[in-house]
């Protein structure tokens, strides 16, 4: 992908500035397809296109979790993990306003506010992941590795 067709995003710009070696990918968005429309478009398997999910733990702190795309996430374990009473998914309007990107573009990458990162630690034995590069429609390739340098998660076991 030529490098003038990239989208400049908060996600793309943090990505140059630490020196990030990634791929854009773009593809047409299809509303509420998820993970299944992004792996079809890329010809990848959807478990390695990775989901940015925001959440809020029962004292509506924002977290975000990266998962599988074709697993979900136990929120009664994520909770148990954290030491917390419960975690949900935030409203949409809530997460935007969380994350500064619009639902369905979500990036863990230059979030409008720091965030803590929970990542499925499966996700570490993947050679490479694809994962929102925080537009509708535009996947970034990465490395985990870079995903674990950057957002410094917190792994844990919380796939359904």
Do not use: W
């Not at 067709?5 to 791929?23: I, S």
């Not at 409203?91 to 935007?96: I, K, L, V």
């Amino acid at each position: 992908m030529a490098k003038d067709k990239t989208p400049v995003t908060p996600a793309v710009r943090m990505l140059r500035t630490e020196n990030v070696q990634f791929t854009g990918h773009l593809y047409n968005y299809e509303e509420k397809g998820g993970t299944g429309v992004s792996a079809r478009e890329l010809r990848v398997d959807e478990h390695s296109v990775i989901k940015t999910l925001i959440m809020e733990d029962d004292a509506r702190n924002p977290l975000i979790v990266l998962m599988h795309g074709d697993r979900q996430v136990s929120t009664r374990e994520l909770a148990r993990v954290m030491g917390v009473k419960g975690v949900t998914p935030c409203a949409p309007e809530t997460a935007q306003k969380h994350s500064g990107y619009q639902v369905g573009g979500t990036s863990p990458f230059g979030t409008r506010r720091a965030m803590p990162v929970y990542m499925e630690e499966t996700i570490l034995a993947l050679p490479r992941i694809y994962i929102n590069g925080g537009k509708r429609g535009f996947l970034v390739g990465i490395d985990p590795q870079e995903a674990i340098r950057l957002l410094k998660p917190t792994l844990v076991r919380v796939a359904v």
